[in-house]
């Protein structure tokens, strides 16, 4: 009988140890999103693998800010684990695969307007414009229609003193900084700031501010 007990004791830490370890998560950083709202989050730059619950919870996360049209934003896999654990995730329990770097840029608007005889003319991302009616869609090229597009002036030179802000979410910084290219308003724009000799990027929002 003694025996029989020793047995039963000894095995029982084995089958404990037997027990299937919980699926990691894994996380693929996209090299680069395009992202329409206002701000974007990790399912919008990255592939979540993971159980159902914790792939949308994670995908819900906020990152950051989305660029203005036209603009871009680079960021990097730290930035991605500090904007996790501001959110209440242990980056520690998330193994990240893909990229180091990501690039951000805002999808573009398509513009719809209506013609005078009722048709839609929807002009698309690439630049063709197209003619909806009720016999079908007709596709013009966007090069019968250059001529009309206006050439946006340059309203700021190289040297020039700026307003550099930084918005993320509750952050707003503003520091004073100078112009190192020329460039309209909505341009990207390469600043430096009179603490750094660093070079940042970022858009020219009005003559004299400019939005990290």
């Known amino acids: 009988m003694k025996h029989a007990f020793s047995t039963i004791f000894l095995t029982v830490p084995a089958i404990a140890m037997a027990a299937p370890a919980p699926a990691p998560i894994v996380?693929?950083?996209?090299?680069?999103?395009?992202?329409?709202?206002?701000?974007?989050?990790l399912a919008d730059i990255a592939e979540i693998k993971a159980p159902a619950t914790a792939v949308a919870a994670l995908g819900a996360a906020t990152i950051g800010r989305t660029p203005l049209e036209g603009a871009s934003r680079t960021i990097t896999k730290g930035d991605v684990c500090?904007?996790?654990?501001?959110a209440g995730?242990?980056?520690?329990?998330?193994?990240?695969?893909?990229?180091?770097?990501?690039?951000?840029?805002?999808?573009?608007?398509?513009?719809v307007q209506t013609a005078p005889s009722g048709n839609q003319v929807a002009t698309t991302t690439a630049g063709t414009v197209l003619k909806t009616s009720a016999t079908g869609t007709i596709?013009?090229?966007a090069a019968s229609n250059a001529a009309i597009v206006p050439v946006?002036?340059?309203?700021?030179?190289?040297?020039?003193p700026v307003c550099v802000q930084y918005v993320d979410g509750p952050v707003f910084l503003t520091v004073q900084g100078v112009l190192v290219t020329s460039a309209g308003v909505g341009d990207t724009v390469t600043v430096r700031t009179n603490f750094s000799q660093r070079m940042l990027r970022g858009t020219l929002v009005d003559s004299q501010t400019v939005r990290l």
């Open 27 to 41: 996380v693929t950083l996209k090299p680069s999103a395009s992202v329409n709202a206002e701000s974007f989050t």
């Open 82 to 86: 500090l904007k996790l654990r501001q």
């Open 89 to 111: 995730f242990d980056p520690s329990t998330i193994r990240f695969v893909g990229t180091e770097t990501l690039t951000i840029t805002k999808a573009p608007v398509e513009a």
């Open 139 to 141: 596709s013009t090229s």
């Open 152 to 160: 946006k002036p340059l309203v700021t030179k190289a040297g020039d």
